[in-house]
Antibody, heavy 120, light 107 residues
Framework: EVHLVESGGGLVQPGGSLRLSCAASGFTFSSYSMNWVRQAPGKGLEWVSYISSSSSTIYHADSVKGRFTISRDSAKNSLHLQMNSLRAEDTAVYYC?????????????WGRGSLVTVSS | DIQMTQSPSSLSASVGDRVTITCRASQSISTYLNWYQQKPGRAPKLLIYAASSLQSGVPSRFSGSGSGTDFTLTISSPQPEDFATYYCQQGYSTPWTFGQGTKVEIK
């Protein structure tokens, strides 16, 4: 069974940094692209970052470009999101999501999420 | 960026009613359209991918259709566990974008 478990969230001051992690199990992690998707309180879903299976291709949403960095460690079956220069508008639940699809790209498995609160 | 617009934003339905949610893309995305269900406090769950393919384990009362810019999610006979928020997502190009969501409530 596919399992994704996020950790590392918490309260941080504006301008601060935080590193999220996602532990993956139940599938061959090195064969799949991975993503971070966030959801601000009471709002909809926003894709944040993508990393290919080999880490050769990385995309970030414009809203986080230059501040967030996605990475993965396939030896440890883990995904990370380094978040710097955090702003109040980054407050959200951050989900780790496995990517898939032959033509369309979808998110087929999600973790339970990690809450990041940016506030003074 | 491709904008995704869902309608309605919310609806009320009775158990057994037919429910239809629409999603419109700001440009043609062929059939690169996916649907998710989210319940309060839970992670989203993939229901339908490539506009009409049912994800494994999803009940057959869920169906999807459409291509180009206009898409539909239909719940043929909603059960109590189907009352949730539904999102469409385009899987055509980055940045992958979601609709704003449709909340389906019990009448």
């Amino acid at each position: 069974e596919v399992h994704l478990v996020e950790s590392g969230g918490g309260l941080v001051q504006p301008g601060g940094s935080l590193r999220l992690s996602c532990a993956a199990s139940g599938f061959t992690f090195s064969s799949y692209s991975m993503n971070w998707v966030r959801q601000a309180p009471g709002k909809g879903l926003e894709w944040v970052s993508y990393i290919s299976s080999s880490s050769s291709t990385i995309y970030h949403a414009d809203s986080v470009k230059g501040r967030f960095t996605i990475s993965r460690d396939s030896a440890k079956n883990s995904l990370h999101l380094q978040m710097n220069s955090l702003r109040a508008e980054d407050t959200a639940v951050y989900y780790c999501a496995r990517g898939g699809g032959v033509a369309t790209y979808y998110f087929d498995y999600w973790g339970r999420g990690s809450l990041v609160t940016v506030s003074s | 960026d491709i904008q995704m617009t869902q309608s309605p934003s919310s609806l009320s339905a009775s158990v057994g009613d037919r429910v239809t949610i629409t999603c419109r893309a700001s440009q043609s995305i062929s059939t690169y359209l996916n649907w998710y269900q989210q319940k309060p406090g839970r992670a989203p769950k993939l229901l339908i991918y490539a506009a009409s393919s049912l994800q494994s384990g999803v009940p057959s009362r869920f169906s999807g259709s459409g291509s180009g810019t206009d898409f539909t999610l239909t719940i043929s006979s909603p059960q109590p566990e189907d009352f949730a928020t539904y999102y469409c997502q385009q899987g055509y190009s980055t940045p992958w974008t979601f609709g704003q969501g449709t909340k389906v409530e019990i009448k």
